[in-house]
């Protein structure tokens, strides 16, 4: 069964990884490619690395007959998809790769992102797209709302904690160093070759960052009771990857079991051996997850930490995950591409 895709901001960062994963994927095919700024345009001119796939011409979205589609991925920045799917057909399957259907409370949305919610009639129907723990819901849904990369690496490392109750609640600190390709590929100062490298720089310091109203609204209703955790986002002069360290309360090898019970089945996350440390190089291009567990010198304290590529498993290979999930195909379809290296 081959099934139809478009996808809205495909002149993206996000939009050209979905590109990549689509194009080996066994069940997929790419219909449509919208985005207004690049209209008119082939693929193998914005992103001359995708010249040999046989793509359709970007369009704009009113050019898209969306009829003969099953499945949209819409890529667009934040603040933006609300309005554009809101005024999509019914009958199609979303995914949303921005922040716009994250937070189930609509004054949340408007909390963090200073914005006014412009679909709350279709909030109640979006699903929260992590998907290893939101399956069940992903399969039957009709939106989907892909996490942040930074919070979805934050939440594999402490969800099961949190759920198992191995950790102090009240005392976690996480340390995220992200790359570059996780603001998106609009034009901003700092993110200027000049500005950037030979640097590295805290941003969103003392609880500003937008992904702590993710990581407020899934902690807290996984544990009944509000859990706040301390978090600092560091920007680092690479082109992709997460590297998420936590410290914590509570006993090393409670911690380790925990995550190695919680993930043991699970296809994309690999739990190093005790001791072990996982690195951003290890996981670069590829939908895996590498998580290690070590114990600290300070005695009942200990230090988790997750590397995982933002583009993909952070938002991309996350999106076409939970697409197979949605159109009852295999989980692991087109998305078992060993990562790259060197």
């Not at 939101?134 to 849904?141: G, M, P, S, V, W």
Request: proline content about 5%.
């Amino acid at each position: 069964m081959i099934y139809k895709i478009a996808i809205i901001g495909a002149s993206g960062y996000t939009g050209a990884e979905l590109i990549r994963l689509i194009a080996s994927h066994p069940n997929l095919e790419i219909k449509a490619l919208v985005a207004n700024s690049k209209a008119g345009q082939s693929m193998r001119q914005v992103f001359p690395h995708l010249r040999h796939l046989d793509l359709p011409n970007l369009v704009t979205i009113d050019k898209v007959d969306f009829q003969g589609i099953d499945l949209c991925f819409c890529a667009l920045p934040h603040q933006t998809s609300q309005d554009v799917i809101a005024k999509l057909p019914a009958f199609l399957k979303v995914i949303d790769l921005s922040a716009d259907f994250r937070l189930r409370d609509p004054q949340a949305y408007e909390q963090w992102y200073n914005s006014k919610h412009l679909a709350p009639d279709l909030q109640p129907d979006a699903v929260y797209g992590l998907t290893e723990f939101y399956r069940a819901d992903i399969r039957t849904a009709r939106l989907v709302a892909g996490t942040g990369c930074n919070a979805a690496t934050g939440q594999y490392i402490l969800r099961p904690l949190i759920k198992d109750r191995v950790i102090d609640l009240d005392d976690i600190i996480l340390d995220m160093k992200c790359a570059v390709s996780g603001a998106g590929r609009a034009l901003k100062q700092n993110l200027l070759h000049a500005e950037l490298s030979e640097g590295y720089n805290a941003y969103a310091v003392g609880g500003t960052h937008r992904h702590l109203g993710e990581f407020d609204q899934e902690f807290s209703e996984l544990a009944g009771r509000p859990v706040h955790i301390q978090f600092t986002p560091h920007l680092m002069p690479v082109n992709r990857g997460i590297l998420a360290t936590a410290y914590v309360k509570g006993s090393a090898e409670n911690v380790f079991q925990s995550l190695k019970a919680s993930y043991e089945n699970e296809p994309f996350i690999q739990m190093l051996d005790f001791g072990q440390t996982p690195s951003t190089h290890d996981v670069r291009g590829s939908n895996f997850v590498h998580i290690g567990v070590s114990g600290d010198r300070i005695e009942g304290r200990s230090i988790v930490i997750a590397a995982l590529d933002n583009l993909t498993k952070g938002s991309s290979g996350q999106a076409v995950q939970n697409a197979n999930l949605m159109l009852g195909l295999e989980e692991t379809a087109g998305l078992m591409h060993v990562p790259l290296f060197p």
